[in-house]
């Protein structure tokens, strides 16, 4: 799942991902984000957030994430990244050059 206010950021992270064979869900602020992992039947295997959104920080949606009990389920426990905008450009750098060395070692 990626979180993130800025637009373009979700989506080059979307792109990357699925382009790569991930699911990806994503969301535009934390409220949205809450809402929206309520209703997945599947937990997602990594949570993006961005650390700094309005309305609900990133650290604030950890928190929900963590004590909202319907979250809290064993099978619910997700992992988070908190990302930052110079963060998340690095991120993806370092994603991209994962799946091509990856990629390399498929061949």
């Known amino acids: 799942m990626v979180i993130d206010d800025e637009p373009d950021l979700?989506?080059?992270?979307?792109?990357l991902l699925k382009s790569n064979g991930y699911n990806v869900v994503s969301a535009a602020n934390g409220?949205?984000?809450i809402k929206t992992l309520k209703k997945l039947d599947q937990k997602p295997d990594l949570v993006l957030v961005d650390m700094f959104m309005p309305e609900m920080s990133?650290?604030?949606?950890c928190?929900?994430?963590?004590?909202?009990?319907?979250?809290k389920e064993e099978e619910f426990n997700i992992d988070t990244i908190l990302l930052t905008g110079i963060i998340t450009v690095i991120i993806i750098i370092l994603i991209i050059i994962v799946i091509i060395i990856f990629k390399r070692k498929k061949q």
């Open 58 to 61: 990133g650290r604030e949606v």
């Open 31 to 33: 409220k949205d984000a």
């Open 10 to 15: 979700r989506e080059m992270l979307n792109i």
């Open 63 to 71: 928190e929900k994430i963590r004590n909202d009990g319907s979250l």
